[in-house]
Every structure is written in structure tokens, then in C-alpha cells.
């Protein structure tokens, strides 16, 4: 799949006016992974649905596939997660996730980058109503390196790390979040040079899934 508009002409998915959630956009790879390039892309009021045997969470969801993503919008979506990716390669640049439903952006089992995003919490301008338990970033069973991104107003976890995970978490900023860091069942987060403002934890560690060994978190000097 691949989606390249520009910043005068972006590519737009969206809900027709007063009309209910379109639905699922989705890519699938099966024996070899799907490769999808999307820039300028933005995508709005989807839903999320089972097609072929396969349930998808996110009005936008990408399963086994190498995915380069830069300067586009995911936002306004009624499934469970704005974005939900697994079992793939990412790299996801300047772009924008908000007032989704529940989590901005799931990834499970995936490697790659996450640079330069913002993901924010909207709890009104829209007549979705909006689940406070909802994440910023959800990553499980992953290795991803966060970097120099910000993370604002969420009322539950900002970042939440799970399912052993190892994550890189640097020059990131955390700015009126409930939970900025979460780390959990197994994890390990290594946090360098990160600003953190206004939020009620800095950092939250705790075993959900009890077959899981204890989280930890490395800091920096500072």
C-alpha cells in the first residue's frame, strides 16, 4: 500500500458528514510481509471489524508488514485503538495521533522507530466520547526506540510498556498525563533525557499478568 500525498494535497479517509464510522482500513500480509508507505495520509471516524478471518482493532490496522509512516494524522476513531499494529517493522515520523476512542497508537510485537510525534488526549470538540483508560502509546511483546516525542493530557498511561518489551525512551516530552511512564509484566525501559511536567507519576511499575517477571526501568543520571 502506498499513500503519498503532500502538505497542500493530503490524502483523506473519512466518515461522510453525520453518517456513522466507515469501517476498517486495513493491510494484511501473509507468508511475505506487506510493505506500506504513508505520508500526508489522514485518516478519521473509523471503526473496527473482522474481515477474513482476521479481527482488526484500529480504524487503521497494519499486521505483518514493514511500514514507514511520516507527517500524517490518525484521529477521531471509534475502535478500540487509533492505529493498531503487529508483527511488524516500523517507522513512524512526524505525525499526529488524537481523540481516538481508547489508545492513539497499539503496537504489538513490532521493532522500529517512533520520532517526533505527538499524541494528545481530546476529551471534548467531538461528540465521541472518549474512554479515560486510553493509552497515548500501547507497546507489548516490542523493541522500539521513542524519541522526541510529546505526550500531553492523557487521563490514565501516556506511555505504557507491557509483555516484555524493551524500549528506548529519549528526549520525549510528558506534559499533563495521569501516568507518563508505564512499565509492566517483564518490560525493561531505558530513559534518557526526558521532560517531564505537570503530571501526577513520572513513573508507574507493577506486574499485571502474574506469569510475567518484574518490570524495570534504567535512568539516567539526572
Same mark, same amino acid.
Request: net charge negative.
Given at each position: ?79 478500540? /485503538? $487509533?492505529?493498531?499494529?503487529?508483527? #511488524?517493522? %516500523?517507522? =513512524?515520523?512526524?505525525?499526529? +495521533? &488524537? ?35 486510553? /493509552? $497515548?502509546?500501547?507497546?507489548?511483546? #516490542?523493541? %522500539?526506540? =521513542?524519541?522526541?516525542?510529546? +505526550? &500531553? ?70
Amino acid at each position: 500500500l502506498t499513500a503519498i500525498g503532500t502538505s497542500a494535497e493530503p490524502i483523506e479517509v473519512s466518515r461522510l458528514e453525520d453518517g456513522a464510522s466507515f469501517g476498517v482500513f486495513a493491510v494484511l500480509g501473509r507468508q511475505k510481509k506487506a510493505k506500506v508507505i504513508l505520508s500526508n495520509f489522514f485518516i478519521s471516524g473509523g471503526n473496527e471489524s473482522a474481515l477474513n478471518g482476521v479481527q482488526f482493532l484500529g480504524q487503521l490496522s497494519i499486521h505483518n508488514a514493514i511500514v514507514d509512516i511520516n507527517k500524517s494524522s490518525i484521529s477521531y476513531g471509534s475502535s478500540d /485503538d $487509533g492505529m493498531n499494529i503487529r508483527n #511488524s517493522e %516500523v517507522s =513512524i515520523v512526524n505525525s499526529l +495521533f &488524537e481523540a481516538n476512542f481508547a489508545d492513539q497508537i497499539d503496537l504489538d510485537f513490532c521493532t522500529g522507530t517512533l520520532k517526533d510525534n505527538t499524541f494528545r488526549f481530546i476529551a471534548e470538540e467531538s461528540t465521541l466520547i472518549k474512554d479515560p483508560n486510553g /493509552d $497515548g502509546l500501547d507497546v507489548s511483546g #516490542s523493541k %522500539v526506540f =521513542i524519541q522526541e516525542n510529546t +505526550f &500531553e493530557g492523557f487521563l490514565d498511561k501516556a506511555l505504557s510498556v507491557g509483555e516484555n518489551s524493551i524500549i528506548l525512551i529519549r528526549d520525549n516530552l510528558f506534559d499533563r498525563n495521569l501516568r507518563a511512564v508505564t512499565v509492566k509484566d517483564g518490560s525493561r525501559a531505558f530513559v534518557l533525557n526526558n521532560s517531564f511536567i505537570n503530571n501526577r507519576f513520572d513513573f508507574s511499575l507493577y506486574v499485571k499478568k502474574k506469569f510475567y517477571d518484574d518490570p524495570r526501568i534504567f535512568l539516567d543520571s539526572d
